[in-house]
C-alpha cells in the first residue's frame, strides 16, 4: 500500500507544476531603479518648487515692506496737511480777529484827533509819532532818520459817507500790520456831488510793555488811490 501512494503523489505534484506553467523570471525579485528614479524626479519637482515659492515669498516680503514704508509716509503726509491745515485756519482767524481790533483802534485814533485828545493820541502811539497839541500837528519819524508831518485837520473825517479797508498786510515775524484805508466822502459843486477819495496808511506795531503787550500805531501817512 505504501508503495503505491509514492508515485501517486510524485504524479500529482508534477501535474501541478506542468499545468500552472509559472516561469522563473516572474519571481526574480525588482532592483528598484523605476521606483528609485522616480522619487528623485518627484524630489527635484519639489525642491524646484520650494525654491520657486521661497523667491516668490521673498518677494511678497519686499514688497509688503514697501507697501508698509509707504503707508507710514502717507500717515506723516496726512498727519502734516492736518497740522498745516488747523494752523493756516487758527492763523487766518487769529488775523481776522486783529483786523477788527485794529480797526478799531483806527477809529478810536480818528476819533481822538478830531476832538483834539491828546493824551488819548499818545496812549494810541508809539515814540516814533510825536504829537504836538499846540500846533495840532503830528510828526513821525521813519528809521529814525526821515520825517514827515501830518496836520489834524487832514485827518479829520467827520463827513465820512464810505469808508472800507483798501489792503491789509500782517508780519507776523515781526509783529507789524500794514492798513491803508479808503475814505470816500461828497462835495457839493455847485449843485452837483462829486465823490472823493483819499487814502491813509497806517503801520500798527505791537509793543512789549512791562505788564501787557499792546497794539499802537507807529506810521501814518497819505496815500493816493490807484
Keep these: 500500500m ?10 500529482a505534484l508534477i501535474g501541478c507544476s506542468e499545468s500552472d506553467q509559472f516561469s522563473a523570471e516572474e519571481f526574480e525579485p525588482s532592483d528598484g531603479s523605476d521606483d528609485m528614479d ?13 525654491g520657486k515659492y521661497s523667491e516668490k515669498n521673498e518677494e511678497l ?5 514697501s507697501l508698509e514704508e509707504e503707508n507710514d509716509k502717507l500717515k506723516n503726509d496726512i498727519m502734516t496737511y492736518r497740522t498745516q491745515f488747523h494752523q493756516a485756519r487758527d492763523e487766518k482767524d487769529e488775523e481776522l480777529d486783529l483786523r477788527f481790533e485794529l480797526d478799531e483802534l483806527a477809529g478810536s485814533f480818528f476819533e481822538a484827533v478830531f476832538s483834539r485828545d491828546t493824551a488819548r493820541l499818545e496812549e494810541l502811539t508809539t515814540d516814533q509819532i510825536e504829537v504836538d497839541d499846540e500846533s495840532e500837528v503830528l510828526t513821525v519819524t521813519y528809521d529814525n532818520q526821515l520825517e514827515t508831518t501830518l496836520r489834524y485837520d487832514t485827518l479829520e473825517f467827520s463827513q465820512i459817507d464810505f469808508l472800507r ?33 483819499r487814502m491813509i ?20 501817512q497819505n496815500r493816493y488811490p490807484g
Design 2 to 11: 505504501k508503495k503505491l501512494l509514492i508515485p501517486v503523489f510524485l504524479t
Design 38 to 50: 522616480t522619487l528623485i524626479a518627484t524630489n527635484e519637482r519639489l525642491v524646484d518648487q520650494l
Design 61 to 65: 516680503k519686499e514688497e509688503l515692506e
Design 165 to 197: 479797508l483798501h489792503s491789509a498786510e500782517f508780519d507776523r515775524q515781526n509783529s507789524r500790520y500794514t492798513a491803508q484805508y479808503t475814505f470816500t466822502f461828497f462835495r457839493d459843486n455847485k449843485g452837483d456831488t462829486e465823490p472823493e477819495n
Design 201 to 220: 496808511e497806517i503801520v500798527f506795531q505791537k509793543e512789549d510793555d512791562v505788564l501787557n503787550e499792546e497794539w499802537r500805531i507807529a506810521s501814518i
